[in-house]
């Protein structure tokens, strides 16, 4: 999946700027408009200017639209309008354009305009429809925008139904949605039984929330954000935003070439168990490989003796063969050693028979340094009511949608279903910062704010990827990150080796450990382009 935008840039609490890209709520956009529209901006000059940066967009996308065959589907609403704004642009450069009106607009100026330039205007009978799109270059889908919230039927279900049967029929046809793919809901991302896949999503003014969800980016295809005029200083109070490119390489810890390994923070993982040796590897080696000055392992014996082979360059502490009631010594014990750390790292591959005893009492022992909890760490939690109120420090939490839905109550299919808003929510009520993994992993701070992954790659489904990412989370808080700018760059940096690795070694069968290599090389990239740009200023 890939986006294209306009980045608006902000203010750095400690001077610079820093490019942003927010991801708004239905809510949210409409009191951009209003707030829009006090400005002098209003709805009839938004929809001009919507209906020209879609027209540009496609114009772009075809490289020409002169003699190209566009058939322009227009809605009852606003949609419909911005729609017949592009038709408009689309005729005057030179396209054959067929506007088809699902409904009679005859009042509309932007209509009228329409007809004044004579462009050929049909519907809503639909007998020609079908071999209008198979003969189409594009089709734009302007039926239903933000504000569709009806389940789609009569005349607009018939149309949609035809562009999904043409777009499967004629390979050469490219589907572009004006804001979303009708019926998607721009929420949630659920789709409508009507919501065609479309190749090209132009996203009006700012993405949508719906947008960046599994079933939401299924539909979109590219997702490009067209700049509609909206002022940057309108959209401060929006707390959702994308983890760009831009935004990662604002939050890279600087690194002087005088620097010691003391000056890259100390790393604790706790982690490791008799059947999952790995997962002690892959944290750490996570840790490390983003730059952390040393990683210290609290593991079996037997667990060291297996990584000590993988990675010499890793710290040791034995504990005994397992974690359990009879270990609590050894929690107070670790929690004393934690004092000379910068983060701790609990959880990966501990097991299920972890008890919740040794967790909650390494947690209230420990001082107040930063804290990633994963895998059986998290379950572990599930199992003691109200277990946020018994943990004081900074903590971020990495749960999947399986160990989210046991801390909050939920099935995975609820969690899925509302991902951005259980993350948010959750955040805020727990007092923690979550990092809800998977396709567009999401991070929530407990001050509301949130930061969404523009990443889904189905090759990073497998074992041992999210122990990477809590190691890479745990070695950026050991440089000085804080909290919810460690999970937000370790999340972009994670999911940036994750499609390099990729690129490398194929969609099927790619290892967790394929990642391990490209986190270097994921930073260094940012390194290169900041030094670029300071080259050409």
């Known amino acids: 999946m890939r986006l294209t935008a306009r980045l608006m840039a902000v203010k750095l609490p400690g001077g610079g700027f820093m490019a942003v890209m927010k991801v708004v709520s239905v809510t949210e956009m409409l009191s951009l408009e209003e707030e829009s529209a006090k400005t002098g901006l209003g709805t009839a000059q938004l929809m001009e200017n919507a209906g020209c940066a879609v027209a540009q967009s496609v114009r772009r ?63 809503p009978d639909m007998s020609g429809l079908d071999g209008l799109l198979s003969t189409a270059d594009a089709a734009l889908d302007a039926l239903f925008g933000t504000g569709q919230i009806r389940e789609i039927d009569g005349i607009y279900q018939e149309v949609l139904t035809k562009l999904v049967d043409a777009r499967g029929r004629c390979p050469g046809l490219k589907v572009f949605a004006v804001d979303l793919p009708s019926g998607l809901n721009a929420d949630t991302g659920q789709p409508d039984l009507a919501t065609p896949f ?46 760009t490119p831009e935004l990662a390489r604002a939050l890279l810890p600087v690194r002087s070439p005088y620097a010691h390994k003391g000056s890259f923070g100390r790393v604790m993982v706790i982690a490791g168990s008799e059947n999952y040796f ?37 710290v040791f502490i034995p504990l005994s063969e397992s974690v359990s009631e009879a270990a609590l010594s050894e929690a107070a014990e670790l929690a004393k050693m934690a004092a000379d750390f910068n983060a701790v790292l609990i959880g990966p591959g501990l097991g299920t028979r972890v008890s919740e005893k040794f967790i909650m009492r390494l947690l209230a022992d420990l001082p107040p340094i930063h804290i990633v909890l994963d895998a059986d760490a998290l379950n572990a939690l599930a199992k003691v ?32 279903a509302g991902r951005i808003d259980i993350a948010q929510e959750k955040a805020t009520k727990w ?45 950026l808080l050991g440089q000085g990150l804080s909290i919810f700018d460690a999970a937000s760059l370790g999340v972009y940096l ?16 790619m290892l967790a450990s394929d990642i391990l290599p490209e986190l270097p090389q994921s930073i260094q990239e940012q390194i290169d382009i900041l030094r670029g740009g300071a080259m050409c200023s």
């Open 494 to 509: 994670h999911a940036r080796a994750g499609e390099r690795a990729k690129t490398r070694v194929g969609e099927v069968g």
């Open 278 to 314: 790995g997962a002690a590897y892959l944290s750490c080696a996570g840790a490390a490989r983003v730059g952390a000055g040393c990683v210290a392992l609290a593991s079996s014996e037997g667990v060291i003796a297996a990584v000590a082979t993988k990675i010499p360059e890793v």
């Open 431 to 475: 007092g923690k910062t979550v990092v809800l993994k998977g396709a567009f992993t999401v991070v929530a701070a407990p001050d509301g704010r949130c930061r969404i992954s523009p990443f889904a790659n189905a090759a990073m489904a497998s074992a041992g990827t999210g122990d990477i990412l809590a190691g890479v989370i745990s070695g």
């Open 198 to 243: 479309v190749d090209y999503t132009l996203t009006l003014g700012l993405p949508k929330r719906g947008l960046y969800t599994p079933e939401g980016a299924g539909r979109a295809g590219e997702i490009i954000v067209v700049d509609i005029g909206f002022s940057p200083h309108l959209v401060t109070g929006m707390y959702t935003e994308l983890i």
């Open 385 to 416: 009511p109200e277990w946020w109120r018994k943990i004081k420090q900074e903590v971020v939490i990495t749960p999947h949608p399986g160990e989210m839905g046991r801390l909050a109550g939920l099935t995975i299919e609820e969690v899925q």
């Open 61 to 123: 996308i075809l490289s020409t639209v002169a003699g190209k065959h566009i058939i322009v589907l227009v809605g009852p609403g606003n949609n419909g309008g911005d729609g017949l704004v592009a038709a408009r642009y689309l005729s005057s450069w030179g396209s054959k354009v067929v506007v088809f009106l699902t409904r009679d607009r005859s009042d509309d100026n932007n209509l009228k305009k329409v007809r004044g330039l004579g462009i050929t205007i049909i519907g």
